[in-house]
């Protein structure tokens, strides 16, 4: 029901982004997320509660992705099922982290584009993949600083992170 809705509005921005400029073109791309997020969610769910119909009990598949303080945090929240499968059949077996960071690295970004590949066919599953791998290099590549400015900044990571979270779930999560 919220991606079919959300998805009016990101077909019509995207199918003529020329004739749309900022503000709408931002607001499709927050719409897109929520319509992603939402669809899967929903499919998700629904498989669950048919498995559950028979006795079979299906993991969650997201732990608030959303929330993620990082995009490495993101995949680990995000399509649990698939990640998991990515890292037990195609990193681990190339070498994992085992053989240096540059052979770490090179795992990483076959590891994602695989994963783009298994999204769809095309170049820009590829390409969706190679961002995705090379934004948690980034991102493991940065950590020593970005921690050294949260110091400076006087901010706690962990305590920002907890009441962050707190701040938008119900205390039963």
Request: glycine share 8%; aromatic share 18%.
């Amino acid at each position: 029901m919220i991606a079919d809705k959300a998805a009016v509005i990101v077909n019509t921005v995207f199918d003529n982004y020329e004739m749309y400029k900022g503000s709408y073109v931002i607001l499709a791309g927050i719409l897109y997320s929520i319509q992603l997020y939402t669809d899967f969610l929903a499919c998700v769910t629904l498989a669950q509660g048919a498995a559950a119909l028979f006795g079979i009990e299906l993991v969650d598949n997201f732990n608030h992705p959303y929330f993620s303080t990082s995009i490495r945090e993101f995949w680990r929240r995000w399509h649990i099922s698939l990640s998991s499968w990515l890292k037990d059949y195609v990193y681990i077996p190339l070498g994992g982290n085992r053989n240096g960071k540059f052979r770490k690295y090179l795992y990483l970004i076959i590891t994602f584009i695989v994963s783009g590949v298994w999204h769809g066919s095309g170049f820009k599953y590829i390409v969706w993949g190679l961002f995705h791998a090379l934004s948690q290099i980034v991102g493991e590549l940065t950590l020593n600083l970005r921690e050294k400015l949260y110091q400076a900044l006087g901010f706690e990571q962990d305590n920002f992170k907890k009441n962050t979270l707190d701040a938008f779930l119900p205390s039963s999560w």
